[in-house]
């Protein structure tokens, strides 16, 4: 399957943002679980949020808890990443990945648990 990240781009602390995941090719979308991950310069890309193929079960890094809000659009193949009140700390690369295993489970919080990745998305908070 082939992930393509949007959404990315330049705002202020405090503002809000949605990245969108769209998934082309492969299986079904709904077999797949999804997950986002991000990577700041100089450091090692952490877990952000996760989702099983349902939608019911979301999982997410203490960092964001309450602040994002993972979804899915099976219809539309699509994942999104609602991020609110946003911080200078969330500035990073941001990446879309996609495990065959659908189901869920806080496995999806590592990153070696996904079978595809997507390019990634540029989020940039400001003062």
């Known amino acids: 399957v082939q992930l393509q990240a949007s959404g990315g781009g330049l705002v202020q602390a405090g503002d809000s943002l949605r990245l969108s995941c769209r998934a082309s090719?492969?299986?079904?979308?709904?077999?797949?679980?999804m997950g986002w991950f991000r990577q700041a310069p100089g450091k090692e890309r952490e877990f952000v949020a996760a989702?099983?193929?349902?939608?019911?079960?979301?999982y997410y890094a203490d960092s964001v808890k309450g602040r994002f809000t993972i979804s899915r659009d099976n219809a539309k193949n699509t994942v999104y990443l609602q991020m609110n009140s946003l911080k200078l700390e969330d500035t990073a690369v941001y990446y879309c990945?996609?495990?065959?295993?659908?189901?869920?489970?806080?496995?999806?919080?590592?990153?070696?648990?996904?079978?595809?990745w997507g390019q990634g998305t540029q989020v940039t908070v400001s003062s």
């Open positions: 989702i099983n193929w349902s939608g019911s079960s979301t």
């Open positions: 090719g492969g299986r079904t979308f709904n077999n797949y679980a």
């Open positions: 990945a996609a495990d065959n295993y659908g189901v869920g489970s806080k496995a999806l919080a590592y990153a070696e648990e996904y079978d595809f």
